[in-house]
């Protein structure tokens, strides 16, 4: 997975305001069902959690199933009440985990 | 993404039956029956009140591969009370569940969307738990007309 993830927040916002944040990240996410062209069951492989945390603080996180469709697209929301840093994180079944960044500033 | 059809996972059910009691295999659909329990252990068998969440799933859904899921839960997100989990399950998926979210009083509100696979016609349930040990549920039945297997 050479591709960044794709993150879609506002970079400035009132203190208080709920902003919407979209993520969308390039993982075939290979349920564990799929058969390929001999056959074979292909093992699954997927992006089980995705974690949001805000200046360190946690502030919402999924767990995924094998039933989340290919390239994970997560939409949520998170009240900014001061300028500061989001961090974002995504775990393979293997264990690699992807992060990105994004600041946002207080208005 | 090919998953078995819902047509050829009922033909071979007797012999799935055996596999998904004997734990060596994922069962190729899951039965309305497994959903419950899923459910049954995250509920602890309190009920749950419905109306509060808006849950937006398309009536009928061309591609089972890709489905939009959102939702929109009407309660409060202070740290007094705030709804902290949400399950999604879906009731004939080869598994049942197909994410939890977890929120915080940061998160503003309860809400949340993604794209799933339904691997045929079937009735997808959201359930919340709050901070305050209380239960929401909303459920949608979704027309899928090719399946996550291609048809």
Known sequence: MAEKPRIRLPKQAGKGEIVEIKTLIAHSMESGQRKDSSGKLVPRKIINRFACAFNGKPVFEC????????????????????????????????????????????? | MRTI????????????????LSGTAEPLQATPAEATTEIGRFTGGKTAESGKIA?????????????????????????????????????????????????????????????????????????????????????RQVKVTVGGCGG
Do not use: C
């Open chain 2, 5 to 20: 059809s819902r047509r050829d996972a009922l033909l071979l059910i007797p012999g799935l039956t055996a596999l998904a």
């Open chain 1, 63 to 107: 767990e995924l199933e094998p039933a989340i469709a290919a390239n994970p697209y997560l939409q949520f929301s998170v009240k900014v009440e001061e300028s500061g840093l989001f961090s974002f994180t995504w775990t393979d079944d293997d264990g690699t985990v992807i992060t990105a960044e994004e600041k946002i500033t207080i208005a």
């Open chain 2, 55 to 139: 849950l937006d799933l398309p009536e009928i859904a061309e591609n089972g591969n890709s489905i939009t899921l959102s939702f929109d839960i009407d309660h409060p997100m202070t740290p007094e009370r705030h709804v902290t989990e949400v399950l999604v399950i879906a009731d004939s998926n080869p598994s049942p569940r197909v994410a939890t979210f977890r929120f915080t009083p940061m998160s503003g509100r309860a809400a949340a969307a993604t794209r799933i696979r339904l691997a045929g016609t079937q009735a997808v349930t959201v359930i919340a738990k709050t901070s305050d040990g209380k239960l929401l549920v909303a459920q």
